[in-house]
């Protein structure tokens, strides 16, 4: 079946460091792709979404592309600050069913 | 009121007690969604109604009963837990099972 298989965490960066986070999918025919994130007590909000290949999702200095050629999603940042410290989840909808990796926690220290 | 609302959003009960956690959606959306999330696990999908009918239950023990009276509300009721219920659980609507989900709060319960 369909599966999402994202980097273990926890990543931990100092203010102002690049953020990449690794997330790669396997799946037949042509997934959605989408990044969530959790901040502290709170339920997973929308990130950014990619719907085909080659699509550039963006969203508060978060992007991530769609690369079909290499199954990925990887989410990056420029300059990350402590108020992204939070769980990101890479997740895929085919088929009617969406799948969830297991979750990434960011720590980011001023 | 916007987007995804669940109540309470924190409940402790004993094992013998019967509760209901409640969500409501206000996006016009018509599938809607229960999850766990344990710490330490993968999130994992409960149940699934679309335009108010079950379409999914993932293997969930029967001591989980889910309702979907319309297409705005969603209801899980609760009766004689486990310990091993203590969870976040979260509730998503989407406005079809095409398209992404909207997340409630959650309700973060503690079996005692």
Redesign the interface.
Known sequence: GDSVTQMEGPVTLSEEAFLTINCTYTATGYPSLFWYVQYPGEGLQLLLKATKADDKGSNKGFEATYRKETTSFHLEKGSVQVSDSAVYFCALINNNDMRFGAGTRLTVKP | ETG?T?TPRHLVMGMTNKKSLKCEQHLGHNAMYWYKQSAKK??E?MFVYNFKEQTENNSVPSRFSPECPNSSHLFLHLHTLQPEDSALY?C?SSQD??????????TRLTVT
């Open positions: 995804v669940q993968p999130l999908l979260l998503a099972r095409l398209a992404e989900q909207y997340f409630g709060p959650g």
